[in-house]
């Protein structure tokens, strides 16, 4: 007998053909672009195991990657994922630990003629997945955007953009604990993170 999972692949792939039936003739209308990002991320503190002082993160480099499309001139819709690396140094040994975070979220994007460039505003909804050394974790989180659109040829788009993050985070989770020693905690229910960043953005 099938198993389970065949049903539920089979069913998603059928679903997925459908949209795409559905959707075939606006999509030849949208125009797609991907735009490759690099910046800089200003980490928040973490708390040490017994929540009474605070640990410094380091501050880090991302590396994001956007698939965005539109079919008007006042805005765009957006896929973005963004990736950070980052350090603590724990109050136990004074040993240092990393964490990875990856944010996956779906945006919109509206549009500000300027004179010479495009102000963007954006808003988006996703989740973010932090992998420390001892555990890992989703959590679900909201972006918001403000950056500029310098066009440079009918296919390339230069990308400045100030970006801040918010997962809602359980703070007394095990995120970055092994056994019954806790290294950190978040500092709050909410992790704020925020970016400067630039890119290129290129149309097909």
Partial sequence: MPSLNFFASSRIVLGL????FMFSTN???VEFEVAPMVGYTFSPDLTNGKVTQLLSTTN???F?????WHDTESGQGQVLINYISRDFTD?????THSFETVYTHF???AFFPEKYYLTTFGFGLGATYFNSDFDDDLYPS?????GTRYTLSDTLTLITEVRGYATFVNDNDTLF????NCYAHFNSGIWFDSQLSIGVAYKF
């Fill in 107 to 109: 945006s919109g994007i």
């Fill in 60 to 62: 880090e480099p991302n």
């Fill in 91 to 95: 109050d136990i040994d004074q040993s």
């Fill in 64 to 68: 994001a990657l956007a698939l965005n």
């Fill in 177 to 180: 604990c092994q056994d019954d």
């Fill in 17 to 20: 053909l459908s949209c795409s």
């Fill in 27 to 29: 999509l030849q209308a």
């Fill in 142 to 146: 909201l972006t918001v955007s403000l």
